[in-house]
């Protein structure tokens, strides 16, 4: 059963870099037709798309975000990492990673979440 | 992009239908056959119910439908059972600059 575990520093400071890794385990990274990204949901809000990548290292990331988001693949250790710079107290989110099934944004296996804050 | 438009919150008696609608333009929900929606309890990671638009995934119960009608998708709960209390969220992909898709405001379902 494919399973998918977040993992990083829950306290991040202002202006630094938020760094997240996410390690699939039950399955390969490097299954053809998948895609892994990574969503958040700040409290009480809904959720958004932060960005995706192939097992490839072809990388998709959302407009709002996408100067300052990195996504990358490790397929030696099965994870996937995103890294979110210049962060401030509005990227204070449970980011979720999570893979989506032919990239026709079909989320059906998702992470935990983990918690990081962005506070001085 | 915007968020797709969904309402606030929707209730219902046990064993009643409610329905959920995800609003959005011809960009989005009206453009492609490609929505999804998630369940998500308190505290816990978002579930798929639905995907390309009335599709379910192996293990969802029959009790969960979609449809589209134009730039309008629709999440119907037949049956409404206090296990169904929860926030709903619709998903559209929107092209391929938003490959992930754009998320719905989402809803909370309120079992009376």
């Known amino acids: 059963q494919l399973q998918l575990q977040e993992s990083g520093p829950g306290l991040v400071k202002p202006s630094e870099t938020l760094s997240l890794t996410c390690t699939v385990s039950?399955?390969?990274?490097?299954?053809?037709?998948?895609?892994w990204g990574w969503i958040r949901q700040p409290p009480g809000k809904g959720l958004e798309w932060i960005g995706s990548?192939?097992?490839?290292?072809?990388?998709y990331y959302n407009p709002s975000l996408k100067s300052r988001v990195t996504i990358s693949v490790d397929t030696s250790k099965n994870q996937f990492s995103l890294k979110l710079s210049s962060v401030t107290a509005a990227d204070t989110a449970v980011y979720y990673c999570a893979r989506d099934g032919s990239g026709s944004i079909i989320w059906d296996v998702w992470g935990k979440g983990t918690t990081v804050t962005v506070s001085s | 992009q915007s968020a797709l438009t969904q309402p606030a919150s929707v209730s219902g008696s046990p064993g009643q239908s409610i329905t959920i609608s995800c609003t959005g333009t011809?960009?989005?929900?009206?453009?492609?056959?490609?929505v999804s929606w998630y369940q998500q309890h308190p505290g816990k990671a978002p579930k798929l119910m639905i995907y390309d638009v009335s599709k379910r995934p192996s293990g969802v119960s029959n009790r969960f439908s979609g449809s589209k009608s134009g730039n309008t998708a629709s999440l119907t709960i037949s049956g409404l059972q206090a296990e169904d209390e929860a926030d709903y969220y619709c998903?559209?992909?929107?092209?391929?600059?938003?490959?992930?898709?754009?998320f719905g405001t989402g809803t909370k379902v309120t079992v009376l």
């Open positions: 990548i192939y097992y490839s290292g072809s990388t």
């Open positions: 011809s960009s989005d929900v009206g453009g492609y056959n490609y």
């Open positions: 998903c559209s992909y929107a092209g391929s600059s938003t490959l992930g898709g754009v």
């Open positions: 039950g399955g390969s990274i490097s299954s053809s037709s998948y895609y």
